[in-house]
């Protein structure tokens, strides 16, 4: 008798069944580690440092593998992490790239003595600088200047605590 596809007639003394979910499940949880680790994982927005670009409860994805072919840039969304044994990520926008000096001025940001031109941020920034970035550092801000725990606080951030980018038009806003 030929053996079809899925025969009920064959499950009851199928010896291998069990092997298989195993088999199946190890792979499947491999996978998803995999993908969660190095190409895209999802997160929401909670507080208000973004605003007008993220607002609080949106749903965000995380681009994890554009950077490992290009750096970051100017203007790019980022997650970040300010240790390796943090759990909180933190959303920015990359304002500075290494090897810039940047400057803050009665609220405008300066790139190597350029004002910076930005539609999205609000422009209150105490004084800063001038700072020189190193080699592989970033200076991160908040669009919402008065309401953010950024670079001005913390400092440059290094590439290796940059998780992702986001794109503001990957958000899914569930209201």
Known sequence: MRRKFFDFRFVRRERRRPYRLAFILFWSIL????????VISSGVVSDYSMVPTL?????????KYLYFFR??????????????????????RI?????ETILIRKG?????????????GDYTAPNL?????????????????????DSRNFGPVH???????????ELFAFR
Do not use: C
């Open 31 to 38: 996978l998803w580690m995999f993908v969660h680790r190095f």
């Open 55 to 63: 607002r609080d409860g949106d749903i965000f994805l995380i681009n």
């Open 71 to 92: 750096p970051p840039q100017r203007g790019d969304i980022v997650v970040l992490r300010l240790s390796p044994w943090s759990i909180d990520w933190y959303v920015k």
């Open 95 to 99: 304002i500075a790239v290494e090897g």
């Open 108 to 120: 405008r940001v300066y790139i190597n003595g350029q004002l910076l031109r930005e539609s999205y």
């Open 129 to 149: 600088g001038p700072a020189t970035l190193g080699p592989g550092m970033y200076y991160v801000m908040g669009d919402n200047r008065l309401n953010s725990f």
């Open 159 to 169: 590439r290796s605590r940059i998780e992702g980018r986001i794109k503001p038009g």
